[in-house]
Protein backbone atom coordinates (compact mmCIF):
# COMPACT_ATOMS: atom_id res chain seq x y z
CA UNK A 1 0.00 0.00 0.00
CA UNK A 2 3.10 2.54 0.40
CA UNK A 3 4.11 1.44 -2.52
CA UNK A 4 0.90 2.32 -4.47
CA UNK A 5 0.62 5.87 -2.64
CA UNK A 6 4.03 6.57 -3.24
CA UNK A 7 3.34 5.72 -7.32
CA UNK A 8 0.11 8.26 -7.16
CA UNK A 9 2.41 10.73 -5.72
CA UNK A 10 5.01 10.13 -8.10
CA UNK A 11 2.61 9.69 -11.33
CA UNK A 12 0.90 13.48 -10.22
CA UNK A 13 4.65 14.99 -10.62
CA UNK A 14 5.25 12.74 -13.96
CA UNK A 15 2.16 14.34 -15.38
CA UNK A 16 2.96 18.15 -14.76
CA UNK A 17 6.32 17.42 -16.03
CA UNK A 18 4.98 15.64 -19.39
CA UNK A 19 2.72 18.59 -19.56
CA UNK A 20 5.29 20.53 -19.72
CA UNK A 21 7.74 18.23 -21.92
CA UNK A 22 4.62 18.17 -24.63
CA UNK A 23 4.47 21.98 -24.02
CA UNK A 24 8.22 22.33 -24.60
CA UNK A 25 7.80 20.06 -27.93
CA UNK A 26 5.37 22.65 -29.41
CA UNK A 27 7.33 26.25 -28.36
CA UNK A 28 10.27 24.18 -29.90
CA UNK A 29 9.00 23.04 -33.20
CA UNK A 30 6.92 26.29 -33.70
CA UNK A 31 10.09 28.04 -32.98
CA UNK A 32 12.24 25.79 -35.15
CA UNK A 33 9.61 26.20 -38.30
CA UNK A 34 9.42 30.08 -37.42
CA UNK A 35 13.34 31.01 -38.02
CA UNK A 36 13.21 28.36 -41.20
CA UNK A 37 15.89 25.76 -38.95
CA UNK A 38 14.93 22.18 -40.25
CA UNK A 39 13.45 20.17 -37.31
CA UNK A 40 14.63 16.91 -38.81
CA UNK A 41 18.46 17.92 -38.66
CA UNK A 42 18.01 19.09 -34.86
CA UNK A 43 15.89 16.33 -33.70
CA UNK A 44 18.39 13.48 -34.85
CA UNK A 45 21.15 16.27 -33.76
CA UNK A 46 20.30 16.26 -30.02
CA UNK A 47 18.88 12.83 -30.29
CA UNK A 48 22.63 11.57 -31.79
CA UNK A 49 24.21 13.53 -28.86
CA UNK A 50 22.24 11.95 -25.77
CA UNK A 51 22.73 8.50 -27.66
CA UNK A 52 25.98 9.16 -27.82
CA UNK A 53 26.42 10.40 -24.17
CA UNK A 54 24.56 7.40 -23.35
CA UNK A 55 26.80 5.10 -25.21
CA UNK A 56 30.18 6.27 -24.12
CA UNK A 57 29.16 6.22 -20.60
CA UNK A 58 28.38 2.56 -20.75
CA UNK A 59 31.40 1.90 -22.06
CA UNK A 60 33.45 3.84 -20.06
CA UNK A 61 32.56 2.19 -17.26
CA UNK A 62 32.61 -1.71 -18.99
CA UNK A 63 36.19 -0.77 -19.69
CA UNK A 64 37.37 0.50 -15.85
CA UNK A 65 35.00 -2.28 -14.82
CA UNK A 66 38.12 -4.08 -13.66
CA UNK A 67 39.77 -1.54 -11.85
CA UNK A 68 36.81 -0.47 -9.43
CA UNK A 69 34.60 1.58 -11.14
CA UNK A 70 32.48 4.10 -9.58
CA UNK A 71 28.76 4.56 -9.97
CA UNK A 72 28.14 7.95 -12.16
CA UNK A 73 24.14 8.36 -10.18
CA UNK A 74 23.66 12.06 -11.01
CA UNK A 75 24.45 11.28 -15.06
CA UNK A 76 22.45 7.68 -14.46
CA UNK A 77 19.22 9.52 -13.11
CA UNK A 78 19.60 12.44 -15.75
CA UNK A 79 19.51 9.46 -18.59
CA UNK A 80 16.77 7.77 -16.80
CA UNK A 81 14.76 11.36 -16.80
CA UNK A 82 15.71 11.82 -20.40
CA UNK A 83 13.98 8.16 -21.14
CA UNK A 84 10.97 9.56 -19.67
CA UNK A 85 10.80 12.87 -21.51
CA UNK A 86 11.18 11.14 -24.80
CA UNK A 87 8.21 8.33 -23.93
CA UNK A 88 6.58 11.37 -23.71
CA UNK A 89 7.12 12.50 -27.15
CA UNK A 90 7.02 9.10 -29.16
CA UNK A 91 3.55 8.41 -27.00
CA UNK A 92 2.42 11.80 -27.99
CA UNK A 93 1.43 10.80 -31.71
CA UNK A 94 -1.31 9.02 -30.52
CA UNK A 95 -2.58 11.71 -29.19
CA UNK A 96 -1.85 14.71 -31.71
CA UNK A 97 -3.39 11.71 -34.29
CA UNK A 98 -6.93 12.03 -32.65
CA UNK A 99 -6.54 15.71 -32.24
CA UNK A 100 -6.24 15.87 -35.76
CA UNK A 101 -8.82 13.33 -36.64
CA UNK A 102 -11.40 16.28 -34.59
CA UNK A 103 -9.89 19.23 -35.17
CA UNK A 104 -9.51 18.60 -39.29
CA UNK A 105 -13.36 18.69 -39.36
CA UNK A 106 -13.80 22.17 -38.07
CA UNK A 107 -13.44 25.58 -39.94
CA UNK A 108 -9.87 26.28 -37.95
CA UNK A 109 -7.98 25.49 -41.39
CA UNK A 110 -4.66 27.09 -39.53
CA UNK A 111 -4.65 24.77 -37.04
CA UNK A 112 -5.89 21.93 -38.61
CA UNK A 113 -3.06 22.49 -41.09
CA UNK A 114 -0.02 23.12 -38.06
CA UNK A 115 -1.60 19.87 -36.38
CA UNK A 116 -1.50 17.89 -39.52
CA UNK A 117 2.64 19.06 -39.39
CA UNK A 118 3.13 18.17 -36.00
CA UNK A 119 1.55 14.75 -37.07
CA UNK A 120 3.90 13.87 -39.32
CA UNK A 121 6.84 15.21 -37.94
CA UNK A 122 5.46 13.13 -34.68
CA UNK A 123 4.87 9.89 -37.08
CA UNK A 124 8.53 10.55 -39.00
CA UNK A 125 10.29 10.38 -36.24
CA UNK A 126 8.09 7.90 -33.81
CA UNK A 127 10.92 4.80 -34.23
CA UNK A 128 13.65 6.98 -33.39
CA UNK A 129 12.59 8.20 -30.31
CA UNK A 130 11.37 4.85 -29.37
CA UNK A 131 14.91 3.42 -30.17
CA UNK A 132 15.94 6.34 -28.01
CA UNK A 133 14.19 5.44 -24.96
CA UNK A 134 15.84 1.95 -24.98
CA UNK A 135 19.29 3.51 -25.19
CA UNK A 136 18.81 6.15 -22.44
CA UNK A 137 17.06 3.55 -20.51
CA UNK A 138 19.43 0.75 -21.07
CA UNK A 139 22.49 3.30 -20.16
CA UNK A 140 20.67 4.81 -17.03
CA UNK A 141 20.42 0.53 -15.81
CA UNK A 142 24.35 -0.01 -16.76
CA UNK A 143 25.45 2.89 -15.01
CA UNK A 144 23.96 1.55 -11.61
CA UNK A 145 25.55 -1.85 -12.39
CA UNK A 146 29.00 -1.27 -9.73
CA UNK A 147 26.07 -0.31 -6.85
CA UNK A 148 23.06 -2.51 -7.78
CA UNK A 149 23.70 -4.06 -4.67
CA UNK A 150 23.26 -1.17 -2.30
CA UNK A 151 19.78 -0.40 -4.13
CA UNK A 152 16.29 -1.87 -2.51
CA UNK A 153 14.96 -4.36 -3.90
CA UNK A 154 12.02 -2.55 -4.82
CA UNK A 155 14.36 -0.29 -7.51
CA UNK A 156 15.50 -3.45 -8.78
CA UNK A 157 12.72 -5.38 -9.24
CA UNK A 158 9.96 -2.28 -10.76
CA UNK A 159 13.54 -1.15 -12.81
CA UNK A 160 13.83 -4.79 -14.16
CA UNK A 161 9.96 -4.63 -15.16
CA UNK A 162 10.39 -1.08 -16.57
CA UNK A 163 12.81 -2.00 -19.00
CA UNK A 164 11.44 -5.27 -19.88
CA UNK A 165 8.54 -3.87 -20.60
CA UNK A 166 10.16 -0.99 -22.51
CA UNK A 167 12.11 -3.92 -24.47
CA UNK A 168 8.89 -5.31 -25.55
CA UNK A 169 7.19 -2.09 -26.22
CA UNK A 170 10.55 -1.52 -28.96
CA UNK A 171 10.25 -5.08 -30.10
CA UNK A 172 6.26 -4.61 -30.98
CA UNK A 173 7.12 -0.97 -32.22
CA UNK A 174 9.62 -2.80 -35.17
CA UNK A 175 7.21 -6.14 -35.76
CA UNK A 176 4.35 -3.37 -36.42
CA UNK A 177 6.18 -1.80 -38.76
CA UNK A 178 7.22 -5.26 -40.39
CA UNK A 179 3.85 -6.23 -41.06
CA UNK A 180 2.71 -2.16 -41.92
CA UNK A 181 5.85 -2.65 -44.80
CA UNK A 182 3.92 -6.12 -46.02
CA UNK A 183 0.88 -4.74 -45.66
CA UNK A 184 -0.28 -7.68 -42.93
CA UNK A 185 -0.58 -5.68 -39.85
CA UNK A 186 -3.28 -6.84 -37.83
CA UNK A 187 -5.95 -5.32 -37.03
CA UNK A 188 -5.88 -4.36 -33.20
CA UNK A 189 -1.70 -4.58 -33.21
CA UNK A 190 -1.54 -1.01 -33.01
CA UNK A 191 -3.86 -1.03 -29.95
CA UNK A 192 -1.54 -3.42 -28.02
CA UNK A 193 1.12 -0.88 -28.33
CA UNK A 194 -0.83 1.96 -27.10
CA UNK A 195 -1.96 -0.59 -24.17
CA UNK A 196 1.29 -1.51 -23.35
CA UNK A 197 3.20 1.90 -23.63
CA UNK A 198 0.32 2.81 -20.70
CA UNK A 199 1.52 -0.47 -18.88
CA UNK A 200 5.08 0.82 -19.35
CA UNK A 201 4.29 4.61 -18.02
CA UNK A 202 2.71 3.00 -15.00
CA UNK A 203 5.72 1.06 -14.51
CA UNK A 204 7.96 4.08 -14.35
CA UNK A 205 5.82 5.99 -12.06
CA UNK A 206 6.10 3.06 -9.59
CA UNK A 207 9.87 2.96 -10.40
CA UNK A 208 10.70 6.66 -10.23
Known amino acids: MVYVTRALMRSEALVILG ?9 GYATLRACHVSVRWATWGVGLFIGGISVLACVGLLLHAQTGAVADVGLSNLLGYVSFLVAIYAATLWLTRHWYLLIKRQTL ?12 YLRDHHRFFGWLVLLTATAHTV ?32 WIEYRV ?28
Open 109 to 120: RWLARQSRHMLR
Open 143 to 174: LLLPIVAHLSSYEVITGIVALALLAALTALGE
Open 19 to 27: CFDVLGLLV
Open 181 to 208: RHKRLAPHARLWHSLLTIVFLVAFAFHA
